[in-house]
């Protein structure tokens, strides 16, 4: 009982009653610890039953009984099948009491335990790991900027202030510039000028903004791209570019329609008329624009520019050289002289170099005519030599024929029988061949089956291991979460309190177990013993009986012959008679030993009850009503 | 005012105009202090000014080489080469930025946007909130002047906005 009453104490404690230390055991509960006791774990079980009771026992007699009353009806609401009343609470009595509290305890609910047998999920660890963190950040005082060490660096700067802002950048090969052919100013510009991507926004916080901005636009519009020409695009069957520019001729129309509509003119305004007017032209000028396509002026300025740097640079060779034919003939001075030698010299080598240059294109062009005269007569040389060997065999079967010409009656016959002769043949060969083909169509056969047969065992396996793939994932997967609950139960219990040793209570339980086990044992063989017993005792009066028949038989049959052995049957008669009595005295002794037993347990447990104190209390109860009844009276007359 | 350019070499002003490019695709125009030799403050001022113009114009009209040379004036032709080699380059850039101002046709746009997101564990009352909120501020352009809207949100709020933007963008989609 002891353990017991341990453990209900633990578990009032832990609902909120307030016990002294040296309260070990049920039987030293108070009718005031008992009356708090329960009303605490009402108000735990059910709060809208508990919290209109209080938990102290008030002073006057009748409020305590109503307290009584109420207390054991809430007791009752909840389920509670023993004898319970006022008297209860107030003339406690130590099993009665117990009885109670144990089903209350087993009443209170049990949230902790309840969670914890579902894992948490991620949202509450993280929440956890959150609180844990800021507790800790808390729990460091707060220090000047000037003393923090770099542990409290992270924690208690201010942060980052700077903004989160994007600027556009310039990339070379980036989407939006396109990977058409480009020109070579720009490449130019990207190999000279070019500022590497790290230095181009202004301050340096926006970088990775800026590069991060860049990326998501990219990405966005080449899968919004993608997407229009999955599902759209492909449909029309147009070339990527074709498309493009048929969806930008309708955009531009709708937009030209939209603006049109909004800048009809209206009649009763004058000051807007100039403003649509204006509009018209510009939306002429944007049809213009638009009609007439950027590729074509784009096309017509980079060939310009490319005529522009190749046509000025002879130009102004010649002019040069004009220049330095004048200056030929002024000049008589040798250095003039001989510079203009020389460039006549140049001039006169580079005009040479361009003619060779020239023949050399020239007969590069021959070479390569020739080449391809020379491919078109192999090929035609090749188509003669194949009909030629063609007509050749034909020749050669003719002349053959022509040479059996002359003996053609013989040689008919000849050819006749060689024509059956090989006619037979080939019929024993296709009767060979039949011979042949039956059993190679049954081997075939078989191993087709046998295949079937094979790939109908594989697909089988394959199934299996695809459900024992499915099986081992499933396995895994619950391993996986029952290792986590098992982590998790593991830190709860490293944080549950440590006050109640599972250990001894185990030990404990387990110990009681195996006393039961004992007794148990025990019962069974002394109710085998009763048996045995009983079996003995029936064996023996049947004996008895049957020994006493046949004795009184024999006594009866001699008695009416001798006087003597009638004497001796009347004994045996008072024996038997004697004995019987004396047997059913001993049975009624033992019922009366059993039902003193009883009585004495009875009085024993009466005596557990206290009632000679309960009594004493009762009456000293009775007696304050009485007074305060009377007091009340008083008050009524005085009144 | 183009004219200033020939103060500095030819090769000096390719990357001077290169800068002023990036000004005006949005990044950070030249620094005067680099140039204060060449030019004083208000010199410099209308330099960038008058290029910024300039390109604009060439790039937004899609000027050929000639118009463009008209536009450049009475430049010296080493200087006007080089203007012309930094318009060619830059077309494409220049002509993006240009579209995206045309875009903003609206008085107010949005210029940037930036998102926090915060998990509330408490409050004053309560021991344990754990309520994420979503705090968005927006970068407005309203009639040219800058302005920040700050939100906070908790997550109803920001599915009804995330559910507006959406039928925004359907009706975009529909345009198109």
Not at chain 1, 65 to 84: P, V
Not at chain 1, 307 to 322: D, H, L, S
């Amino acid at each position: 009982m002891e353990e017991v009453d341990r453990i209900l104490i633990h578990s009032l404690k832990q609902a909120g009653t307030d016990i002294d230390e040296d309260v070990q055991s049920v039987k030293q509960f108070s009718s005031e610890l008992i009356v708090e006791a329960v009303v605490r774990c009402l108000r735990v079980i059910d709060p809208g039953l508990g919290s209109g009771l209080s938990p102290t026992l008030p002073p006057g007699m009748s409020a305590r009984f109503r307290l009584g009353m109420s207390l054991a009806q809430a007791c009752q609401d909840l389920g509670y099948k023993g004898e319970i009343g006022y008297q209860t609470f107030l003339y406690s009595n130590e099993p009665e009491i117990r009885s109670l509290l144990m089903f209350l305890v087993e009443k209170l609910p049990r949230e902790s335990a309840e969670a914890s047998d579902q894992p948490a999920g991620k949202s509450v660890l993280l929440q956890k790991a959150i609180a844990a963190q800021i507790k800790a950040q808390l729990a460091l005082p707060w220090l000047p900027p000037s003393c923090r060490l770099p542990l409290h660096r992270k924690t208690q700067s201010p942060g980052l202030c700077h903004s989160f802002r994007a600027q556009p950048l310039s990339l070379p090969y980036s989407q939006k510039a396109s990977t058409k052919k480009q020109a070579k100013e720009v490449k130019e510009y990207w190999r000279e000028h070019l500022v590497p991507v790290t230095s181009q926004p202004s301050h340096r916080a926006s970088i990775l903004a800026s590069l991060l901005e860049n990326h998501v636009s990219e990405l966005s519009a080449a899968q919004e791209w993608e997407n229009e020409w999955n599902s759209q695009g492909l449909l029309s069957r147009l070339t990527p570019e074709d498309y493009r520019s048929r969806k930008r001729a309708r955009l531009q129309k709708r937009i030209e329609e939209q603006l049109r509509a909004a800048a009809q003119p209206r009649p009763d305004t004058h000051g807007t008329t100039r403003s649509t007017s204006d509009l018209a032209e510009l939306l002429n000028s944007f049809g213009g624009t638009t009609t007439g396509g950027d590729v074509l002026t784009k096309g017509t300025r980079f060939t310009h520019a490319e005529k522009f740097t190749f046509t000025q640079e002879p130009e102004k060779a010649a002019q040069q050289m004009a220049a330095a034919a004048s200056a030929l003939p002024s000049s008589h001075q040798s250095e003039e002289d001989l510079k203009a030698q020389q460039e006549a010299e140049l001039s006169g080598l580079q005009q040479q170099l361009q003619q060779l240059s020239v023949q050399m294109e020239e007969v590069g062009g021959d070479i390569r005519q020739l080449t391809v005269s020379i491919h078109q007569v192999s090929d035609e040389l090749k188509q003669r030599e194949l009909s030629n060997s063609e007509k050749e065999d034909t020749v050669r079967v003719k002349k053959q024929t022509i040479d059996l010409l002359p003996d053609a009656e013989n040689n008919l016959v000849k050819l006749q029988s060689l024509v059956e002769a090989s006619a037979k043949r080939v019929v024993h060969l296709a009767a060979q061949w039949e011979k042949h083909r039956a059993p190679l169509i049954d081997e075939h056969r078989r191993l087709k089956e046998l295949c079937s047969n094979r790939e109908m065992e594989s697909s089988r396996k394959l199934s299996e291991i695809k459900d024992l793939h499915d099986k081992i994932r499933q396995s895994a997967e619950e391993a996986k979460k029952k290792e986590g609950l098992y982590k998790q139960l593991i830190t709860e219990y490293e944080t549950l309190p440590k006050d109640v040793s599972r250990s001894a209570y185990t030990m404990r339980i387990l110990e009681i177990v195996s006393n039961i086990k004992k007794q148990k044992e025990e019962i069974t063989k002394i109710l085998s013993d009763t048996k045995d017993l009983q079996k003995e005792i029936n064996g023996l009066t049947g004996k008895l009986d049957r020994t006493f028949a046949v004795t009184d038989e024999l006594v009866f049959k001699d008695a009416k012959k001798d006087e003597s052995v009638r004497k001796s049957y009347k004994y045996l008669a008072a024996l038997h008679e004697n004995c019987t009595q004396l047997i059913q005295t001993i049975e009624d002794t033992g019922t009366i030993m059993r039902e003193i037993r009883d009585l004495e347990e009875q009085i024993e447990t009466e005596n557990g009850k206290k009632t000679v104190s309960n009594l004493e209390k009762i009456l000293e109860d009775y007696k304050a009503i009485r007074q305060e009844n009377s007091a009340l009276a008083a008050k009524i007359r005085d009144g | 005012m183009i004219k200033l350019l020939e103060k500095i070499t030819p090769t000096e002003s390719l990357k001077f105009l290169h800068r002023v490019v990036d000004g005006l695709c949005g990044r950070s125009y030249p620094r005067r202090i680099e140039y204060g030799e060449a030019w004083s403050l208000t010199e410099f001022g209308e330099l960038t000014n008058s290029l910024s113009k300039f390109f604009t114009v060439a790039v937004g009209r899609k000027c050929s080489d000639q118009e463009v040379q008209e536009l450049l004036g009475d430049l010296d032709s080493a200087h006007a080469a080089v203007v012309l080699q930094c318009v060619h380059a830059r077309q494409e850039e220049i002509r993006l930025s240009l579209v995206d101002r045309t875009n903003g046709i609206s008085s107010t746009q949005l210029q940037d946007f930036n998102w926090q997101i915060k998990l509330a564990l408490s409050s004053d009352k309560l021991s344990s909130l754990n309520t994420p909120l979503l705090n968005l501020s927006l970068d407005m352009k309203e009639n040219g002047l800058q302005r920040a809207v700050n939100i906070e949100m908790n997550k109803e709020e920001l599915q009804t906005l995330i559910s507006a933007l959406e039928a925004a963008n359907k009706v975009v989609l529909q345009l198109k």
